[in-house]
T-cell receptor, first 115, second 111 residues
Framework: DTAVSQTPKYLVTQMGNDKSIKCEQN?????MYWYKQDSKKFLKIMFS???????INETVPNRFSPKSPDKAHLNLHINSLELGDSAVYFC??????????????FGPGTRLTVT | RKEVEQDPGPFNVPEGATVAFNCTYS??????FFWYRQDCRKEPKLLMS???SGNEDGRFTAQLNRASQYISLLIRDSKLSDSATYLC????????????FGTGTRLLVSP
């Protein structure tokens, strides 16, 4: 029973293409996130959705567009891919209560390579 | 200055050793603190939360010093399976759990 799942696990594509990554969580959480981990292993938040509403958008290029069709899903669409987009993208989820930060559960990651 | 700073290591220790990692954070308004562990080519997983009074979980002890904006993790009796990257994580607000990750400290435990 995978808690947070992502597809695909690996994605190799050429510059200029458009691609999507899907994320699903079966934990009943109300908040989902996208993180990017670059080649130097630095993990940085990109977006967060709470109950399908965008609440964190960390100065990410507008080529990146998240979409949350429901609380259990958060997808990431990337237009006009660039070499610098190559990274591992992690989806995460958590339950927010009283504004406190609780454990975030991460998906296995999607390793994106742009050639 | 990075929001969360850690010594990248690697720390090479023999089995059974005690090892300590340190972390500093720049935002004095930070509210929540954690240590996550990330194995090679895997996702980060919560190791433990860090409380002002200090807390212990088996061989792991975490300490927080708000005045110095400093967090530590102590691992006693290191096991081979402790080899991983340890990420210091800070939540700067009481809002929707924005987590700020340090770049991680790599630990290698050898037989």
């Amino acid at each position: 029973d995978t808690a947070v799942s992502q597809t695909p696990k690996y994605l190799v594509t050429q510059m200029g293409n458009d691609k999507s990554i899907k994320c699903e969580q079966n934990l009943g959480h109300d908040t989902m996130y996208w993180y990017k981990q670059d080649s130097k292993k630095f993990l940085k938040i990109m977006f967060s959705y709470n109950n399908k509403e965008l609440i964190i958008n960390e100065t990410v290029p507008n080529r990146f567009s998240p979409k949350s069709p429901d609380k259990a899903h958060l997808n990431l669409h990337i237009n006009s891919l660039e070499l610098g987009d190559s990274a591992v993208y992690f989806c995460a989820s958590s339950q927010v209560a009283s504004g406190l930060a609780y454990e975030q559960y991460f998906g296995p990651g999607t390793r994106l390579t742009v050639t | 200055r990075k929001e969360v700073e850690q010594d990248p290591g690697p720390f090479n220790v023999p089995e059974g050793a005690t090892v300590a990692f340190n972390c500093t954070y720049s935002n004095s308004a930070s509210q929540s603190f954690f240590w996550y562990r990330q194995d090679c080519r895997k996702e980060p997983k919560l190791l433990m939360s860090v409380y002002s009074s200090g807390n212990e979980d088996g061989r792991f002890t975490a300490q927080l010093n708000r005045a110095s904006q400093y967090i530590s993790l102590l691992i006693r009796d290191s096991k081979l399976s402790d080899s991983a990257t340890y990420l210091c994580v800070v939540s700067p607000n009481t809002g929707f759990q924005k987590l700020v990750f340090g770049t991680g400290t790599r630990l290698l435990v050898s037989p």
